[in-house]
């Protein structure tokens, strides 16, 4: 089973910036698809970006073209760049996990607080 580790988060006012890395463990990591997540309050969790061990990418429409999901597969590391910050990015984004075989796996989550 792969170990997850997020960091980066943080408070920013709207409009910044902010960069998430999610560093693994215990597996192929090339081999695994990649994912962020978040989980806003009073919201369920949603895919915000997930990238495939080809590197191919897909964004929820509220984050495209602000958003940018990339993986350094020498380092076992995804990243999340965000920019354009809303107050309604606010959330605990999670990285996630998914080996060839299916078996998934998340991180604890990192706070991102948006102000305005």
């Known amino acids: 089973q792969v170990q997850l580790a997020e960091s980066g988060g943080g408070l920013v006012q709207a409009g910044g910036s902010l960069r998430l890395s999610c560093a693994a463990s215990g597996s192929i990591f090339s081999m695994n698809f990649m994912g962020w997540h978040r989980q806003g309050p009073g919201k369920q969790r949603e895919l915000v970006a997930g990238i495939s061990s080809g590197g191919r990418t897909n964004y929820a429409d509220s984050v495209k073209g602000r958003f940018t999901i990339s993986r350094d597969n020498a380092k076992n590391t995804v990243y999340l760049q965000m920019n354009s910050l809303k107050v309604e990015d606010t959330a605990v984004y999670y990285c996630?996990?998914?080996?060839?075989?299916?078996?998934?796996?998340w991180g604890q989550g990192t706070q991102v607080t948006v102000s305005s």
């Open positions: 996630k996990s998914t080996d060839p075989s299916g078996r998934q796996s």
